[in-house]
């Protein structure tokens, strides 16, 4: 019997978890409802490894930036606990600097809410709430419940207010290290820590490193946005083998923190190509993207009704494969 936060020596050698983001709260064709999922639809399991984002929670909001009610987020972290599953959590929060998305890339915004920085205190509020928020996922006894908070992802890519069209390196090392201060009391919070692939260079894991003691989990984010399933196989075994390496030299867990086939053209995907590079990896766990309710391309996990259907029950069955019910608490 397996931990998901106890032994993760054990799972590397046992096998790996499967995860999906926001895998309870909606999927392919639905939406909002209670004890459902795709996954579960099609084998009767929930995946090992749930993620959320808390992309609103530094607005005050009550729905992230998906629409998932923070509310439900929390009862479904409860859920996933009780099942002895694992919960991560991503974070798409605002450009302070000009209250833009993620996705705004303005120069300097990292420069602005470090410390001296025009936005430095707006920013430790935003921070503030993201750590009062983790601070209520509470187990039934009232004992926090450990998660995996992987802040700041894909900084080497040019695509968020925190990447590196946006800051240099050492500003992005800073930003990780203020959150970590900021969050870091909270019982059992693993730190999650993860550059997008990056064909041009093998530097980008030492580039961008917040250092040891931030960092408990090294990950790596490779999609598949058409390339095929042959050049997705190439691509993430090139990544996870630097991963790999960076992860061991540091002592640290290894985990493919974000990855998918875009609409899974490939029928066969998940036991044809994820299933061996899964099994060459010592992953800790792996998180399959969003099927999201309001956008139809993003389809990253088998939903009831698709082609897929019969690779994932396949995929599941799998002795390697790790799902809710190889995890019994
Ligand atoms: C991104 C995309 C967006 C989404 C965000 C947070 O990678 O899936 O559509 O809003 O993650 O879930």
């Not at 995907?269 to 061996?276: A, E, I, N, Q, V």
Request: hydrophobic share 35%; aromatic share 12%.
């Amino acid at each position: 019997m397996l931990s998901a936060l106890g032994c993760p020596a054990q799972n590397a050698r046992t096998g790996v978890m499967i995860g999906h983001q926001d895998d309870p709260v909606y999927g392919r064709a639905w939406a909002w409802d209670e004890g459902r999922s795709d996954v579960k639809d099609i084998c009767g399991d929930y995946p090992a490894v749930m993620g959320f984002d808390l992309g609103g929670i530094e607005l005050g909001a009550a729905e992230n930036l998906d629409r998932v009610p923070f509310d439900r987020i929390r009862r479904e972290v409860q859920a996933q606990h009780r099942r002895g599953g694992l919960v991560t959590l991503s974070w798409h929060p605002h450009n302070p600097v000009n209250d833009s998305t993620s996705w705004d890339t303005t120069p300097g915004s990292v420069a602005n809410v470090l410390p001296g920085g025009r936005c430095h205190r707006q920013f430790r509020r935003w921070l503030g709430l993201a750590r009062d928020y983790i601070r209520s996922l509470k187990d039934d006894n009232g004992r926090q419940i450990p998660v995996v908070f992987r802040p700041w992802h894909e900084m080497n890519g040019g695509w968020f207010w925190w990447g590196s069209k946006s800051a240099t390196p050492a500003e992005y090392i800073a930003l990780y290290q203020m959150t970590w201060r900021e969050l870091h009391s909270i019982r059992g919070l693993r730190w999650g820590w993860s550059p997008n692939r990056d064909d041009t260079r093998t530097d980008h894991y030492s580039a961008y490193y917040p250092g040891d003691r931030y960092v408990d989990i090294v990950g790596a984010d490779v999609y598949d946005f058409g390339e095929g399933s042959e050049a997705y196989s190439r691509n993430v075994r090139r990544e996870l083998a630097i991963a790999e390496a960076f992860a061991r030299d540091h002592g640290k867990l290894l985990a493919l923190t974000e990855t998918g086939q875009q609409q899974i053209p490939d029928t066969c995907f998940f036991t044809g190509t994820l299933l061996p590079i899964l099994k060459s990896f010592p992953l800790y766990y792996v998180l399959l993207w969003r099927n999201a309710w309001d956008n139809q391309k993003e389809y990253y996990i088998a939903a009831p009704g698709m082609p897929q259907e019969a690779d994932f029950r396949r995929f599941h069955a799998d002795r390697h494969t790790l799902f809710a019910n190889d995890l019994k608490p």
